[in-house]
């Protein structure tokens, strides 16, 4: 056993289908009485519903939630907050909904229940993005980390196939770079192997029939296993890669992910051979092509050009991304780099 150093993060979960209906309790045990419910728009009708179970537990909705926590949205969140009395949030869906829940706590402290309804993990992190003026900034705290997550597949059942898919894969990226994380330990890795496996399985089930509640509990099970470890362990090529293609060109968060997993991994699967040896095992020993192959059994997006990037940018994104040095298994230079987006752009299947 190599020596290692092991910091659990604190948070309540509560896993079961129908566990929605104990949102209400949950606030309570939070020392809430007055809980402003967020979402996005597309998710508003789900917002009220879980009001109207609420009664006066609710103190109202707040719907605007938006991809990356535009600042302006977050204050106009926190003047509803303030408005209604609110003194705790509940944070209904993804990624985007749960960092209006972040962002407000961030700046009062409020205690927060998330819902979590893709699988991007974003629930278990200390970590907030937000964009102000279009540059996106992170910021780590304990007081970020929201304090109980409830996780009901039955509310996953209508995430559309696709997005699933995507969500899936950006949440088996946050596994595969926990493996050979400068700050791995057995306890994350264990979890990050065991996140692969659950959400291996999952996915073409879900793929078959997505109103599978067993699949979709399972593929909730592993994206809150590679939730923890995102939240836990230091990300390296794959997420500052996808930080910079993101912000550089707009990309939609998950697809941007899913895309370039298989890339990122068949990068650093020889500098990382042990570390990324069990996760290989699940996709036929060759973790980049194996991934690639997975991803495209199930519908997965393949390619950075159809996410309307031009081959030229690629250059661009390549110069971007060695310039702010991180630790990273195999040394990241430009022309490796470079070889790595244009497959990416091109959807080929990594060497
Ligand atoms: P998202 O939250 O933007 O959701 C995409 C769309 O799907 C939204 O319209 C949403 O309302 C809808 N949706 C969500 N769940 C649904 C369901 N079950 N059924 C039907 N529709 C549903 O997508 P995401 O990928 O979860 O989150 C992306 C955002 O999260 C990005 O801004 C990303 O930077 C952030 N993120 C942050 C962390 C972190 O630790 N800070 C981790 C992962 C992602």
Not at 23 to 48: C, M, N, V, W, Y
Not at 75 to 87: E, H, K
Not at 305 to 325: C, F, I, R, W
């Amino acid at each position: 056993m190599e020596p290692f150093v092991y910091t659990a993060s604190p948070g309540r979960v509560i896993f079961a289908p129908g566990a929605i209906a104990r949102a209400g309790e949950e606030i309570e045990r939070l020392g809430g009485s007055h809980a402003l419910i967020l979402s996005t728009p597309f998710q508003k009708a789900d917002a009220e519903a879980l009001t109207n179970r609420l009664g006066g537990l609710s103190a109202g909705v707040f719907t605007e939630a938006a991809m990356h926590t535009p600042v302006e949205v977050t204050a106009r969140a926190m003047a509803a907050y303030d408005a209604a009395g609110a003194d705790c949030v509940v944070a209904l869906g993804g990624g985007s909904t749960i960092g209006l829940g972040k962002a407000i706590a961030w700046r009062n402290d409020a205690p927060q229940l998330v819902i979590a309804t893709t699988y991007a993990g974003s629930e278990v992190t200390d970590i907030l993005g937000q964009t102000e003026n279009g540059v996106k900034s992170t910021v780590r705290d304990p007081k970020i980390r929201p304090e109980t997550v409830i996780y009901d597949a039955e509310l996953t059942t209508g995430l559309p196939v696709p997005m699933s898919v995507s969500s899936a894969l950006n949440a088996m990226a946050h596994a595969v770079e926990a493996l050979y994380a400068t700050d791995a330990n057995p306890i994350t890795s264990m979890m990050a192997v065991a996140g692969l496996r659950a959400l291996r399985d999952a996915l073409p089930q879900i793929v078959e029939a997505p109103k599978d509640i067993e699949a979709r509990s399972d593929a909730l099970y592993g994206s809150w296993l590679c939730g923890v470890v995102l939240g836990s362990c230091a990300m390296a090529l794959h997420h500052k890669l996808c930080h910079t293609l993101g912000g550089t060109f707009d990309l939609p968060h998950a697809e941007t992910h899913a895309i370039l997993l298989p890339h990122t991994a068949a990068y650093n699967a020889e500098a990382a051979a042990g570390q990324l040896a069990p996760a290989a095992a699940l996709f036929g020993g060759d973790l980049g092509g194996g991934l690639w192959d997975f991803a495209k059994s199930v519908g997965a997006p393949m390619a950075l050009m159809d996410l309307g990037v031009s081959e030229t940018d690629m250059a661009h994104a390549a110069d971007l991304a060695v310039k702010n040095p991180y630790a990273n298994p195999r040394e990241i230079t430009r022309d490796g780099i470079l070889e790595l987006l244009n497959r990416a752009h091109a959807g080929a299947r990594p060497t």
